[in-house]
């Protein structure tokens, strides 16, 4: 299953402050939050930088990370005063990146090419339930691990597969829970609203039914599914939902956004600078243009730059030798001729959006056609709006990379 989240994830080891396949520092992603959530990583920590005006208690910042990772923490502090860094161990024993392979695979099952975000979480809640039975004991029934392993959990394994799924759908998704319920559920974000979704007791027999009384509901239609303790409102998680998934939900605003409003986003992202003339969008993209636009897409032009921009090429400029050099090393990009790369010749959509879906994890000749390369693009919402199936501008491809990276909200 191809993972939009997954580059984007790796960006934000690269650019302190993105999107993501996963990254060898990363097996779920790396979380970003208003500054809060520094990393998540497959060595087992967890570090919350909260030193950017932020001033919550522990049972504060517990409950905002365990809204939004799928794993038991324990935390501590370090520091004093508003520098305080915390730091998060995972008790259990099982591998996350064994985990993560494993929620892959159910989900390259359950989940089918066309489906809507709503069909994606009912087939999410039905596998659960119908995978899983009511009970257990010790950490791993508060996990997904009891899930996946043991096919036995309490309510809090449930809720947590369901998160776990969910984001690897690209799905927003909360974990939720209740001191004087005794009790966790989930809320996924769909069509502008958080909406309930309880597997737990949407489970009425642990076996092979799935109910749906508490699927996809309103809040408004379940007043008995309270959020108390930690000292977060519902309504305040939901606030911190929609900023944390913002590369998911984005501005609700945004869809009417200008391409040069994009072009100032991936400015201050650091993926696309402009030249001495400023964004020039209207004109069409260089090859040269191209290449460097997609290492910083994959989150790897400080490695680029640390090499010495050795390539079969002579027609490269300085400004962009080391990145077509990683590309040409990596078999990312081919020249044109053995000895030519073709900087100054123009880009095609075409080979930008091969550019991006490679980026994103998709292979040539397997996932899509270099031919119909935009056709792919169109169907995952990241084709321009107005691209009119000829010209190609570097304000197209601006457009392009904010939507597939989800800083705009992709096409419908």
């Given at each position: 299953m191809k993972k939009i989240l997954s580059l984007v994830l790796a960006l934000s080891v690269a650019l302190s402050c993105l999107l993501l396949p996963a990254s060898a520092a990363s097996s779920y992603e790396t979380l970003i939050a208003e500054g809060l959530i520094e990393s998540y990583d497959a060595g087992r920590?967890?570090?919350?930088?909260?030193?950017?005006?932020w001033s919550a208690d522990l049972s504060t910042i517990l409950t905002l990370v365990t809204a939004v990772v799928p794993r038991n923490f324990e935390l501590s502090q370090e520091g004093d005063s508003r520098y305080v860094t915390y730091f998060g161990i995972y008790p259990e024993s099982v591998d996350d990146a064994a985990l993560q392979t494993a929620a892959e695979a159910v989900l390259a099952r359950i989940i089918r090419n066309g489906m809507t975000d709503a069909e994606k979480v009912t087939a999410i809640h039905d596998w659960v339930i119908q995978t899983t039975t009511y009970g257990g004991s010790g950490l791993a029934?508060?996990?997904?691990?009891?899930?996946?392993?043991?096919?036995?959990a309490m309510c809090d394994g449930y809720a947590r597969t369901v998160l776990l799924l969910?984001?690897?759908?690209?799905?927003?998704?909360l974990f939720l829970a209740s001191t004087s319920m005794n009790h966790s559920y989930n809320a996924v974000y769909i069509d502008g609203e958080w909406l309930l979704v309880d597997a737990t007791w949407d489970d009425p027999d642990q076996g092979s039914a799935a109910g749906s009384d508490y699927l996809l509901k309103p809040f408004t239609e379940a007043p008995e599914h309270v959020v108390d303790g930690g000292g977060v409102t519902r309504d305040e998680l939901f606030s911190f939902g929609k900023n944390y998934y913002s590369y998911l939900i984005g501005d609700e605003s945004s869809a009417e956004m200008t391409q040069t409003e994009m072009a100032d986003l991936l400015y201050e992202k650091g993926l696309f600078l402009g030249t001495d003339l400023g964004y020039e969008l209207d004109r069409a993209p260089t090859r040269a243009e191209a290449a460097v636009l997609f290492v910083r897409v994959l989150g790897r032009e400080d490695?680029?730059?640390a090499g010495d921009g050795t390539?079969?090429?002579?027609?490269?400029?300085a400004w962009a030798a080391k990145h077509i050099a990683l590309l040409y090393r990596e078999g990312l990009t081919v020249g044109q001729s053995e000895t030519l790369f073709g900087s100054d010749s123009t880009t095609s959509a075409r080979d930008y959006a091969t550019f991006l879906l490679r980026a994103m994890g998709y292979t040539d000749g397997v996932d899509f056609q270099w031919e119909t390369a935009m056709d792919t693009a169109a169907e995952l919402g990241f084709a321009p709006v107005n691209w009119n199936g000829f010209t190609f501008t570097r304000g197209d491809a601006v457009e392009m990379t904010a939507r597939a990276l989800g800083f705009v909200p992709a096409l419908s």
């Open positions: 920590g967890l570090t919350l930088d909260a030193a950017a005006n029934a508060h996990s997904p691990v009891g899930v996946f392993e043991d096919g036995v969910c984001r690897l759908s690209h799905i927003p998704c490695e680029a730059l390539s079969p090429f002579t027609d490269v400029p």
